[in-house]
């Protein structure tokens, strides 16, 4: 019996393998934006637990004594995180396992996948010297020429 390892459901997210991170971002997306706004919310602005000040020094607030914001930006923090850690294989996994916000995950999974932003303009411009130069050579069967412009094309649609 072959083990179903990710649905086309609103309840199961889609899993991220190593391979497939170009399609899994936006699916990802969307599905954490169906959890709710909160869960949406959570991951663009990020998440700080509420704390207090004792003694002039800064503490976590005790959950008990949270207002419902505190509790509902919590619970979205929570659900967007569960989605992301449920959404990646065990060796993705691992890169993100001790984060506690969904925001540093989704940062540390995008700086993983995609690097930098120095890293993706330099990436972009490579890709593109390579396409401008891009000329069929003498020899080159049409099916080949294509094969390398599908290549660039691949690349270009992975970043």
Same mark, same amino acid.
């Given at each position: 019996? &072959?083990?179903? $390892?990710?649905?086309?459901?609103?309840?199961? @997210? %889609?899993?991220? /393998? /190593?391979?497939?991170?170009?399609?899994?971002? @936006?699916?990802?997306?969307?599905?954490?934006?169906?959890? *709710? =706004?909160?869960?949406?919310?959570?991951?663009?602005?990020?998440? /700080? %637990? %509420?704390?207090?000040?004792?003694? =002039?020094?800064?503490? %976590?607030? @005790? &959950?008990?004594?949270?207002? *419902?914001? &505190?509790?509902?930006?919590?619970? =979205? !923090?929570? $659900?967007?995180? !569960?989605? +992301?850690? !449920?959404?990646?294989?065990?060796?993705?996994?691992?890169?993100?396992?001790?984060?506690? #916000?969904?925001?540093?995950?989704?940062?540390?999974?995008?700086?993983?996948?995609? =690097? #930098?932003?120095?890293?993706? +303009?330099?990436?972009?411009?490579?890709? #593109?010297?390579?396409?401008?130069?891009?000329?069929?050579?003498?020899?080159?069967?049409?099916? /080949?020429?294509?094969? $390398?412009?599908?290549?660039?094309? $691949?690349?270009?649609?992975?970043?």
């Amino acid at each position: 019996m &072959e083990i179903i $390892r990710e649905g086309l459901s609103a309840s199961r @997210p %889609p899993i991220l /393998d /190593d391979k497939n991170y170009s399609s899994w971002k @936006p699916r990802m997306i969307f599905f954490i934006k169906t959890l *709710d =706004g909160k869960a949406w919310r959570a991951l663009m602005a990020g998440y /700080d %637990p %509420p704390m207090i000040t004792v003694n =002039g020094v800064s503490v %976590p607030k @005790p &959950e008990v004594d949270w207002a *419902d914001a &505190e509790k509902q930006a919590s619970v =979205g !923090n929570a $659900r967007a995180l !569960n989605a +992301i850690f !449920n959404g990646l294989d065990l060796n993705v996994f691992k890169l993100i396992n001790s984060c506690s #916000t969904a925001k540093e995950a989704w940062k540390t999974l995008e700086v993983a996948y995609e =690097g #930098t932003s120095k890293v993706k +303009i330099s990436r972009l411009q490579l890709i #593109t010297s390579k396409f401008e130069a891009l000329r069929m050579i003498e020899q080159e069967s049409m099916c /080949d020429y294509n094969k $390398r412009v599908l290549e660039i094309a $691949r690349i270009l649609a992975a970043r």
